[in-house]
């Protein structure tokens, strides 16, 4: 495939070895005195550096691989060094294979008129310029939202030019067209009603030219294809997916707190004003921000785009408020206290300028959010943060302030009382905490593998990570005698054993077969039996040693959640079997139904264009 169409993706389920194919990929170009660019997540380059590496731990040390390994990142960095390459000097054109690890990140191609984007440096410096430059992509999971994903991620391989796998395919449809169809087909198929949404039903309303495609371009194995096809005597087997365990948990057991139904009806209440201010700019004054916003528009008909991208930031908002309500009562605290806290800093800088006349500027940060999915990770942005919205600042003196200043009380009244409401939850009233604390200790009591007591749990967030740490470790350790680690991508790792570790050691640990501790950490007597982690650790880790994986929150994007049951989810697996646990909140309105069915729906569109069996909420 990547000598028919100069490009091919990998889509293999998690845990089938991409990795190992793609080296496999590599030997055979770099045989060929072909020059060859691994492009990776940060936080993966240490397995590919380690299978080039004259390590230990390397496996493939006699195979003397010489790729080149570069983050994601770094396709945007003008200066400095990483690994070793100096990065003002990297001859970005002389690459004739790129292998794109997670490729699923590379799904957008949005142009901005101000930079250059890192699709379009891939796109641009590495691909069309100097070389033919041959395009390996490895994602489980090409489609995270939308079928333009895998579109944008085959463009590299032709260069953005359809015409160059067009004339390769059978089809008489343009490309663009196959994949316009094919998302046509979806919209239809998410409309339908419930038990009539199956995988099947999807399967049937797409296009043979779509299933061409794929066919072309995509390597996809399932688990089955492996099982009847390959010989894995030498590799071992796959372990038993138990079905999974659901529970929908109170917020708590006491009577004198408002539940979620009730909370998410005030966050829908609210106006997020402080993300709008273009909104409360006077008529009279619109049109001196038109440009900046949108140079190509008539002058007169007002900034439309960017009171779309500030209605847009406000439901962003919305459902990220939703999402830590969704994770635990004290990621929620700690958000809705920084929310008030920017409330009152932005009504302090009205009262001053209301009292002196002294005029002053309040930056916009929702240009910098216009193409931000509610699935994707995005932290909270800070209002009025000049480095954001540097682009456009608004004069307080162009706005309709007692509007604005009635809007942002209004919100500040309603988050100080979820505040309030908030605040009565002591850990000891944590229904969701205290059932995991129980989860757990069954677990230990009744190991679904015989002496295997290892958990991993999985939240969307630092601060739930760190409120589970300093609530399950101790009571770990003094009812079990078992110690517990956490590993997020804003702190350094940490846990109860006396010694401090880095983020593989720490993962070594917890995961010493497959991460063969005997190499690497041989002197190290400790281990880690509860793992608390971000989806830092969702990406090609091989922690297969444990058999139960916990989601304390589920994550609004279906990838994650394939990604991080991926973890122990692998072939070689010693476990028997394993086990899924899912933890869901006790909402009943509509609204968030509405949400839940469309995270349900993307994991099955994201099943159906891969390996077709990695769907691990069934």
């Known amino acids: 495939k990547l000598e028919t169409y100069n490009g091919c993706i990998l889509a293999d389920s998690v845990g089938l070895g991409k990795t190992f194919t793609a080296l496999a990929v590599i030997k055979y170009y770099e045989l060929r005195n072909r020059s060859v660019l691994v492009l990776c997540p940060k936080k993966l380059a240490d397995n590919w550096l380690t299978y080039k590496g004259n390590l230990v731990t390397n496996i493939f040390a006699k195979d003397r691989f010489g790729y080149d390994v570069l983050c994601h990142t770094d396709l945007l960095r003008e200066s400095g060094y990483s690994f070793g390459l100096a990065l003002n000097r990297v001859n970005w054109g002389n690459y004739d294979l790129v292998v794109i690890d997670e490729s699923h990140n590379f799904r957008n191609n949005t142009a901005f008129e101000d930079r250059e984007t890192r699709y379009q440096r891939l796109l641009n410096q590495v691909v069309r310029q100097g070389v033919k430059t041959k395009v390996l992509m490895l994602s489980a999971t090409p489609v995270n939202n939308r079928f333009a994903d895998l579109k944008n991620q085959l463009a590299l391989a032709y260069e953005g030019e359809p015409e160059k796998l067009q004339s390769k395919l059978k089809s008489q449809k343009h490309i663009d067209e196959i994949f316009r169809r094919a998302q046509a087909a979806f919209n239809a198929w998410s409309a339908l009603p419930a038990e009539e949404r199956t995988a099947r039903a999807i399967l049937g309303a797409l296009d043979f030219d779509f299933f061409e495609v794929l066919d072309s371009v995509t390597i996809a194995r399932s688990r089955r294809h492996i099982q009847t096809y390959y010989d894995t005597k030498d590799i071992g087997t796959f372990p038993e997916r138990l079905k999974p365990l659901s529970f929908h948990c109170q917020l708590t057991h006491r009577k004198d707190v408002i539940g979620f139904n009730e909370i998410f009806g005030r966050l829908n209440a609210l106006t997020l004003a402080v993300y709008a201010p273009l909104s409360y700019v006077q008529p009279s004054r619109l049109s001196q921000y038109e440009e900046l916003y949108d140079p190509d528009a008539e002058v007169g008909h007002g900034p439309l785009k960017q009171t779309g991208r500030e209605k847009g930031i406000q439901a962003l908002m919305t459902v990220n408020l939703l999402k830590r309500l969704e994770s635990s009562v004290h990621s929620f605290r700690l958000t809705l206290q920084s929310l008030a ?278």
């Not at 350790?477 to 880095?502: F, I, R, W």
């Not at 993962?507 to 007597?525: G, H, I, Y």
């Not at 982690?533 to 990838?559: A, F, K, M």
């Open 341 to 618: 806290a920017n409330h009152r800093h932005t009504l302090e800088k009205i009262e001053a300028f209301q009292k002196t006349g002294r005029d002053s500027t309040f930056a916009d940060v929702s240009p910098a959010f216009a193409d931000t999915e509610p699935e994707d990770d995005t932290e909270f942005p800070t209002p009025d943060d000049a480095q954001i919205g540097q682009k456009v600042q608004i004069n307080l003196s162009d706005m309709d302030l007692p509007r604005w200043k009635q809007e942002l009380e209004g919100d500040l009244a309603i988050i100080e009382g979820l505040i309030g409401e908030m605040q009565k939850v002591t850990p000891s009233d944590d229904a969701k905490l205290q059932h995991l604390k129980t989860t757990i200790m069954s677990k230990l009591a009744s190991p679904i593998n015989a002496g295997n007591k290892k958990v991993l749990l999985f939240t969307a967030f630092a601060d739930t990570a760190e409120y589970l740490y300093d609530h399950l470790s101790s009571f770990l350790l003094e009812k079990a005698h078992l110690h517990t680690g956490k590993v997020t991508g804003s702190s350094s790792p940490k846990s109860t054993l006396k010694k401090t570790y880095d983020f593989q050691s720490l993962l070594t640990l917890f995961s010493p077969r497959a991460k063969e501790k005997a190499a690497v950490l041989p002197k190290e007597t400790g281990e880690i039996d509860l793992l608390i982690g971000t989806d830092c650790i969702s990406e090609r880790q091989n922690l297969q040693d444990c058999d139960y994986l916990i989601n304390y929150d589920i994550h609004w994007n279906p990838v994650r959640i394939i990604q991080r049951f991926g973890r122990i989810d692998r072939i070689g697996s010693k476990n028997k079997c394993i086990q899924l646990v899912n933890y869901w909140p006790d909402i009943t309105l509509d609204e968030y139904i509405n949400l839940k069915e469309r995270v349900e729906n993307r994991m099955v569109i994201a099943d159906v264009t891969a390996s077709g069996d990695d769907n691990p909420l069934d």
